[in-house]
DNA sequence: GCTTACCACGATG
DNA sequence: CATCGTGGTAAGC
């Protein structure tokens, strides 16, 4: 039976199976959304860019690269509340997230980062403690996450408050990125100069699963 | 398999 | 500023 892959993972049922995946897209202000989503509104990947044509060359490889699949253009209104996330409002419904692709470390620490209140920060080395691994790795898999926006990678910032590093699609990314400092003032965040108050910071419970 | 290089880090000096 | 410890990944044999 081809093009038929077992899902993997927590995120989601595990015996499903997946056949097909649809890449939506919306513009907001000068801004592009996709969206990758599979057949039962699970969403799989996220990307958003001034270029659409970056972030459907993005969102294409990714879906060849965990399910070998070629998505199919569809309509989606998860594109439409991704542009609204971007706009700093808060999600209205839950999302659910697909799996595919996503290791079981990578999970702990997404578990973390949709803990994290809008308008509040918190850092590697918290999140390092609270599922008891290193922030070199947490780094790693924050700079990971499939799903931009829908899961907050960009509250977590560098333990000395400042606004840290937030990679695009496929620049490098760099300290202080306008993008993230623009996403968390939207959200609420407030700074003092280039530093965030300590006041924003929030710290996961240790232990969380 | 195993080994290394690479990191959106943190602590120290 | 520099260096090192650190843990997870991917790329290289």
């Known amino acids: 039976m081809p093009n038929v892959l077992k899902r993997t993972g927590g ?5 499903s199976k997946l056949n097909s995946l649809g890449l939506a897209f919306a513009a907001k202000d000068k801004t592009w959304f996709g969206v990758l989503v599979d057949d039962q509104d699970y969403l799989v990947a996220s990307a958003f860019s001034d270029n659409r044509r970056v972030i459907k060359n993005h969102l294409v490889r990714y879906s060849l690269k965990v399910a070998h699949i070629s998505p199919k253009e569809v309509k989606h209104s998860f594109a439409e509340d991704m542009a609204k996330l971007h706009n700093g409002e808060a999600p209205k419904r839950p999302v659910k997230l697909g799996s595919i692709g996503i290791s079981e470390f990578q999970e702990k620490v997404y578990e973390v980062l949709k803990k994290i209140p809008r308008g509040r920060v918190t850092n ?6 609270a599922i008891k691994s290193g922030p070199r790795a947490v780094g790693n898999a924050v700079g990971s996450n499939p799903w931009p926006l829908f899961v907050p990678c960009h509250r977590v ?10 990679s695009m699609i496929n620049s490098p990314g760099h300290e202080n990125s306008p993008v993230k400092k623009t996403l968390l003032y939207r959200e609420g965040v407030r700074f003092q100069g280039e530093k965030i108050p300590p006041s924003a910071l929030w710290s996961p419970a240790r232990f969380s699963s």
């Open 157 to 166: 910032v560098p333990s000395d408050m400042t606004v840290g590093n937030y």
């Open 11 to 15: 995120l989601q049922n595990a015996t």
């Open 124 to 129: 590697y080395g918290l999140i390092a403690k």
